[in-house]
């Protein structure tokens, strides 16, 4: 059984950085696309960044500029380096994949933006 594990959650300033990590593991292989997602209170999962095994990326307008997507294919992981962080950006951020056709997610790692 393949899985995703998030890391790299937690609590900052208005401004400031951080950055996620997702390893996959288990029976997952020949990841296409590699994302993250996110889940604020209230709201529903949106997405915020995406790149396939090709290097191809896409992210949603409201990070552009902020935020960059990376992945190291050969170690099944992708970052998601998140600067100028606003409060609008608190939210559970869950890490996606997709592989021969099957979706799979993360248990999410919260990041809190707060002053």
């Known amino acids: 059984q393949g899985q995703l594990v998030e890391s790299g959650g937690g609590l900052v300033q208005p401004g400031e950085s951080l950055r996620l990590s997702c390893v996959a593991s288990?029976?997952?292989?020949?990841?296409?696309?590699m994302g993250w997602y996110r889940q604020a209170p209230g709201k529903q999962r949106e997405l915020v960044a995406r790149?396939?095994?090709?290097?191809?990326?896409n992210y949603a307008d409201f990070v552009k500029g902020r935020f960059t997507i990376s992945r190291e294919n050969a170690e099944n992981t992708v970052y998601l380096q998140m600067n100028s962080l606003k409060p609008e950006d608190t939210a559970v951020y869950y890490c996606?994949?997709?592989?021969?056709?099957?979706?799979?997610w993360g248990k999410g790692t919260l990041v809190t933006v707060s002053s």
């Open positions: 790149i396939f095994n090709v290097g191809t990326k």
């Open positions: 996606n994949a997709v592989s021969y056709g099957m979706e799979y």
């Open positions: 288990g029976n997952i292989f020949n990841i296409n696309v």
